[in-house]
């Protein structure tokens, strides 16, 4: 499974490891593997998500070339978990005990269009409630599509469940309702409720689909989504959430989905959890999801990755004895702050002559700042530099000296 996502992230991870980390390569990288998940039926907005956060972490980031490789591959990882983290998840069987204790039977809807294994995948997650030793009846409010109730009543009948099922053309919502009075009065644990395949695109029937929900109101609606059809999927489940505010998705034939973009995009774009996912025909092929062995699946073994932000930038150079470069001045004026007695005496205990250059007067004006910082210490109490260090100050053209000399010093020495 996944072996498209998984190619997807692998090559960003090793084509960022055989080069120097700076934006172009950064913005050269996240396009081929923006196009590799398009490929891997990762929807639109995801790969947006996944790019933004990818590239948030990379740029500015000082990582050794041996560790980039790693370093891309541990946050693509914390990315992804993240997005899961995010909906969420849901133990279906503790909010059945809940209704339980109610002697209230609990109510799951499963919504989805013809062909996507809709019918069969209730029928295995009905198994799975079997085998956890509750008691189920099903409702074939599917009363359009032609051979819909004989195919649940052969999956009940092998499964020794009770169908409660009218007429085709019979209101779905009225075969719906008759279930949950079923199972009101033989206390039965659970109501799976099977409804049309509804296209997405129509309207009307996705009103239909609103009416059972709002005459049995159930505790759970599941969308159930193949994961052969890609971005068809992903746009199904859009449009199905706009209509049904479904509580999770089952993904049915993930066992044959070589690409795997499909959980990624349904979890972010309805902002609700993958649940289950079918990888067989048996009724035991019903397997709860697990963002860690998808996460496994998709990028080899997690080994001692750390599901958190990776922090891998160099420690700060140590501090040198070399002279700092000259600080950039608040104002302006490179006396700024600097009363004109203190420029004064600084200027006749030290025998300082006027600054030539803007350079010059910035430094002197710094050096000013630390004497009297320094308690304003006589001359022999402290190290005085030179400014007529020409080794230290750029020369500057005729025209700035002519400037500097006008106006700069004016207020130095009277």
């Known amino acids: 499974m996944f072996d498209g996502l998984h190619k997807a992230f692998s090559n960003a991870a090793k084509s960022l490891g055989e080069k120097e980390l700076n934006e172009k390569d950064i913005k050269d990288i996240l396009f081929e593997l923006e196009i590799s998940l398009l490929e891997s039926d990762v929807a639109g907005e995801v790969i947006d998500s996944i790019k933004s956060d990818l590239k948030e972490k990379l740029i500015g980031s000082k990582v050794d070339k041996n560790e980039i490789e790693k370093f891309v591959k541990d946050n693509l990882i914390f990315s992804i978990s993240s997005l899961f983290d995010n909906v969420g998840s849901i133990d279906i069987f503790e909010r059945i005990d809940e209704k339980k204790k109610k002697n209230q039977p609990f109510l799951i809807v499963f919504v989805g269009i013809n062909g996507t294994g809709k019918t069969t995948s209730l029928a295995k997650f009905a198994s799975l409630l079997q085998e956890k030793k509750y008691s189920v009846v099903v409702a074939a409010a599917d009363t359009f599509r032609a051979g819909a109730i004989e195919q649940l009543r052969e999956h009940?009948?092998?499964?020794?469940?009770?169908?409660?099922?009218?007429?085709?053309?019979?209101?779905?919502?009225?075969?719906?309702?008759?279930?949950?009075?079923?199972?009101?009065?033989?206390?039965?644990?659970?109501?799976?409720?099977?409804?049309?395949?509804?296209?997405?695109?129509?309207?009307?029937?996705?009103?239909?689909?609103?009416?059972?929900?709002?005459?049995?109101?159930?505790?759970?609606?599941?969308f159930v989504g193949d994961s052969l059809a890609g971005n068809d999927t992903v746009n199904q489940a859009r449009e199905f959430h706009k209509y049904v505010k479904f509580d999770g998705s089952i993904l049915t034939k993930s066992d044959?989905?070589?690409?795997?973009?499909?959980?990624?995009?349904?979890?972010?774009?309805?902002?609700?959890?993958?649940?289950?996912?079918?990888?067989?025909?048996?009724?035991?092929?019903?397997?709860?999801?697990?963002?860690?062995?998808?996460?496994?699946?998709?990028?080899?073994?997690?080994?001692?990755?750390?599901?958190?932000?990776?922090?891998?930038?160099?420690?700060?150079?140590?501090?040198?004895?070399?002279?700092?470069?000259?600080?950039?001045?608040?104002?302006?004026?490179?006396?700024?702050?600097?009363?004109?007695?203190?420029?004064?005496?600084?200027?006749?205990?030290?025998?300082?002559?006027?600054?030539?250059?803007?350079?010059?007067?910035?430094?002197?004006?710094?050096?000013?700042?630390?004497?009297?910082?320094?308690?304003?210490?006589?001359?022999?109490?402290?190290?005085?530099i030179s400014f007529n260090d020409e080794a230290e100050i750029h020369k500057q053209d005729k025209e700035e000296e002519s400037k500097k000399k006008r106006g700069l010093f004016g207020r130095f020495k009277k």
């Open 156 to 222: 009940t009948n092998r499964l020794n469940l009770k169908l409660v099922a009218q007429n085709y053309e019979s209101d779905p919502a009225a075969v719906a309702r008759d279930a949950v009075l079923y199972a009101k009065s033989h206390k039965t644990d659970c109501v799976l409720i099977d409804t049309a395949g509804r296209m997405q695109t129509s309207k009307n029937l996705m009103e239909q689909i609103e009416k059972i929900i709002k005459v049995v109101n159930p505790d759970m609606t599941i």
């Open 256 to 384: 044959a989905d070589a690409k795997g973009g499909a959980a990624l995009s349904i979890a972010k774009v309805t902002s609700t959890p993958v649940l289950y996912l079918g990888t067989g025909q048996e009724y035991s092929d019903l397997k709860s999801f697990d963002k860690d062995i998808f996460l496994e699946t998709v990028f080899g073994s997690l080994g001692d990755v750390k599901i958190e932000k990776i922090d891998v930038s160099t420690p700060e150079p140590e501090p040198t004895s070399e002279p700092e470069p000259t600080p950039k001045p608040i104002s302006d004026d490179p006396f700024y702050g600097i009363k004109d007695n203190e420029i004064a005496k600084y200027s006749d205990l030290f025998d300082i002559p006027p600054p030539e250059s803007d350079a010059k007067a910035i430094k002197l004006g710094n050096k000013i700042r630390q004497w009297i910082k320094d308690g304003k210490p006589k001359p022999g109490e402290s190290k005085v």
